[in-house]
């Protein structure tokens, strides 16, 4: 059941608990541009993610931003879907950049696995995938034409599936 991102502070949220010192570091990293420019254009397309859930049915959702914003981390950084979960659940950055609570810091490996898939699966949300990157790349004014051949591409390094994947499609 599609249920979107709570756009609601609340006294317990990761920049309440920490030191005043420790969130002035934090806010001098890349995690604050990422909490200021990319989470609110993941958290503004989430409706358009609505159809990839049930109505009325199920549990609800792991929010939509989070799963884009961590899918774009492991991207970032080169993970393996396990270094990125272990990254969720234990990096303060990470958490302060997604905008979650420590509590809220953990997604299912199979949750991970599964919108991935439908991402891949689904022309329509590919397309939009596509138009947050353009949007992503005209706010910095990065140029895109002269790329590091070495360098890795969102959707191309999303395909690489991990042991699980590779278990849910033989079932499959």
């Known amino acids: 059941?599609?249920?979107?991102?709570?756009?609601?502070?609340?006294?317990?949220?990761?920049?309440?608990?920490l030191p005043e010192k420790m969130l002035g570091r934090i806010k001098k990293t890349w995690a604050e541009?990422?909490?200021?420019i990319i989470i609110p254009l993941l958290v503004e397309t989430e409706e358009e993610f609505a159809d990839l859930y049930?109505?009325?049915?199920?549990?609800?959702?792991?929010?939509?931003?989070?799963?884009?914003?961590?899918?774009?981390?492991?991207?970032?950084?080169?993970?393996?879907?396990?270094?990125?979960?272990?990254?969720?659940?234990?990096?303060?950055?990470?958490q302060y950049a997604l905008d979650i609570r420590f509590e809220d810091a953990h997604v299912c490996r199979k949750t991970?696995?599964?919108?991935?898939?439908?991402?891949?699966?689904?022309?329509?949300?590919?397309?939009?995938?596509n138009l947050l990157t353009k949007k992503i790349i005209e706010l910095f004014s990065l140029n895109i034409g002269c790329q590091r051949l070495d360098s890795t591409h969102i959707v191309?390094?999303?395909?690489?599936?991990?042991?699980?994947?590779?278990?849910v499609q033989t079932i499959e």
């Open 1 to 17: 059941m599609f249920i979107p991102k709570s756009r609601q502070k609340t006294l317990f949220d990761l920049e309440f608990d």
């Open 33 to 36: 541009v990422f909490l200021q």
């Open 54 to 94: 049930s109505k009325n049915n199920g549990a609800p959702n792991t929010p939509v931003a989070l799963l884009l914003g961590v899918l774009i981390l492991k991207d970032i950084f080169d993970l393996t879907d396990n270094e990125t979960l272990e990254h969720l659940e234990y990096n303060l950055l990470w």
């Open 112 to 129: 991970l696995h599964n919108f991935r898939s439908k991402l891949l699966d689904s022309s329509r949300h590919r397309k939009i995938f």
């Open 156 to 167: 191309g390094n999303m395909k690489i599936v991990g042991r699980l994947g590779l278990f």
